[in-house]
Nanobody, 120 residues
Framework: QVQLVESGGGLAQPGGSLRLTCAASGSIDSINAINWYRQASGKEREMVAQIISGASTNYADSVKGRFTISRDNAKNAVYLQMNSLKPEDTAVYYC??????????????WGQGTRVTVSS
């Protein structure tokens, strides 16, 4: 079982920055994809950034050039650096990791979410 815990959310002013952290723990053999999703009030959950197969990154058009996803394998951590924040970035942000455990079974784990509010 793989557990994910997000942190780093909070209140930021428009134009400001926040860095979200997703800490992973548990029995992990390999990771296929790491995703950051967000869900704004009254809207569907959307993917904002992902790392596939350890290297390739993809971003939603709405965050390209402003958000950066990265990982630190030594710390079993994933980060989402968010710059030039806009009020429309306000949402609960979720970390999602897909891979295989040491028992060679696939897993698809989600964190509990961290709230980001962008407001002056």
């Amino acid at each position: 079982q793989v557990q994910l815990v997000e942190s780093g959310g909070g209140l930021a002013q428009p134009g400001g920055s926040l860095r979200l952290t997703c800490a992973a723990s548990g029995s992990i053999d390999s990771i296929n994809a790491i995703n950051w999703y967000r869900q704004a009030s009254g809207k569907e959950r959307e993917m904002v950034a992902q790392i596939i197969s350890g290297a390739s990154t993809n971003y939603a058009d709405s965050v390209k050039g402003r958000f950066t996803i990265s990982r630190d394998n030594a710390k079993n951590a994933v980060y989402l650096q968010m710059n030039s924040l806009k009020p429309e970035d306000t949402a609960v942000y979720y970390c999602n990791v897909l891979g295989y455990g040491r028992n060679l079974r696939p897993f698809d784990s989600w964190g509990q979410g961290t709230r980001v509010t962008v407001s002056s």
